[in-house]
């Protein structure tokens, strides 16, 4: 216990380099919190304990002779001043342990005279898809991983648009970018690991059930993907799948 206490008196790189001994003990803490029956009192805990062993993971940003850039973090310990209303809404079920949606990055000149803010998200807040068909063979390439009942929804929609009961679809999951997971809205209020990993709040799915009918429209009828398909009422405009404050 005293390895423990002079570890912690030194602060992170303390406990970094006592590690090894502090094994043991984490692994009971850890058993005794997964058993705990609030999963988000289990959330809380897990990214209090990274942010605590370890620090700094994220890359500070390249500065050169001509000025200094400089990331401008959240206050998580002041979360009324950051989040809004549509903010916290926008995360449904999900707790607000990190902001990354709200970092900024400040650049400084090297003779202090100019500054300079822009937002600066850790999540991607644009993200690519596509579709093509192969003979009788339709690819959707998407970003991100779909859980099995996301999938079957979107490749229902699809068929729904192409007016293909039996058509092959074939959804290709981390094509051209990655954005985590991709659940259905159900699967996104328990907030298990796929809810929990998916960026975009409970309507990601329909985000993409809207973007990629659209493709598929426009493949149908050999016109432009630009407009509204009157096979497909989108509930509301992309890109707004991620809608800073």
Same mark, same amino acid.
């Given at each position: 216990?005293?390895?423990?206490? +002079?570890?912690?008196?030194?602060?992170?790189? /303390?406990?970094?380099?006592?590690?090894?001994?502090?094994?043991?003990?984490?692994?009971?803490?850890?058993?005794?919190?997964?058993?705990?029956?609030?999963?988000?009192?289990?959330?809380?805990?897990?990214?209090?304990?990274?942010?605590?062993?370890?620090?700094?993971?994220?890359?500070?940003?390249?500065?050169?002779?001509? +000025?200094?850039?400089?990331?401008?973090?959240?206050?998580?310990?002041?979360?009324? %001043?950051?989040? %809004?209303?549509?903010? !916290?809404?926008?995360?449904?079920?999900?707790?607000?342990?990190?902001?990354? /949606?709200?970092?900024?990055?400040?650049?400084?000149?090297?003779?202090?005279?100019?500054?300079?803010?822009?937002?600066?998200?850790?999540?991607?807040?644009?993200?690519?898809?596509?579709?093509?068909? !192969?003979?009788?063979?339709?690819?959707? /390439?998407?970003?991100?991983?779909?859980?099995?009942?996301?999938?079957?929804?979107?490749?229902?929609?699809?068929?729904?648009?192409?007016?293909?009961?039996?058509?092959?679809?074939?959804?290709?999951?981390?094509?051209?970018?990655?954005?985590?997971?991709?659940? %259905?809205?159900?699967?996104?209020?328990?907030?298990?690991?796929?809810?929990?990993?998916?960026?975009?709040?409970?309507?990601?799915?329909?985000?993409?059930?809207?973007?990629? /009918?659209?493709?598929?429209?426009?493949?149908? %009828?050999?016109?432009?993907?630009?407009?509204?398909?009157?096979?497909?009422?989108?509930?509301?405009?992309?890109?707004?799948?991620?809608?800073?404050?």
């Amino acid at each position: 216990m005293t390895g423990l206490l +002079g570890s912690l008196a030194l602060g992170p790189a /303390g406990i970094k380099a006592a590690l090894p001994s502090l094994v043991p003990i984490l692994k009971t803490v850890l058993q005794i919190v997964a058993a705990w029956p609030v999963s988000s009192s289990s959330s809380y805990f897990f990214s209090i304990l990274g942010q605590f062993f370890f620090p700094d993971k994220i890359e500070k940003p390249q500065s050169g002779p001509e +000025g200094q850039w400089s990331w401008i973090v959240p206050d998580q310990l002041a979360p009324n %001043t950051n989040y %809004t209303p549509s903010y !916290i809404i926008g995360h449904g079920m999900k707790p607000i342990m990190f902001p990354v /949606g709200l970092w900024r990055l400040k650049y400084t000149s090297a003779d202090q005279s100019q500054e300079t803010e822009k937002d600066c998200p850790l999540v991607p807040h644009i993200v690519p898809i596509q579709m093509m068909q !192969i003979g009788q063979i339709s690819i959707v /390439g998407v970003p991100a991983e779909f859980t099995t009942t996301a999938g079957r929804r979107l490749k229902a929609k699809l068929r729904e648009i192409l007016g293909q009961e039996n058509a092959r679809i074939v959804i290709s999951n981390y094509s051209n970018a990655y954005s985590g997971y991709v659940t %259905t809205a159900e699967e996104y209020a328990i907030q298990e690991y796929e809810g929990a990993s998916t960026l975009y709040g409970p309507y990601t799915l329909d985000a993409y059930l809207q973007e990629t /009918g659209k493709l598929a429209y426009a493949i149908k %009828t050999g016109t432009s993907s630009q407009f509204k398909s009157p096979l497909f009422e989108p509930p509301f405009d992309v890109p707004a799948v991620y809608k800073k404050p």
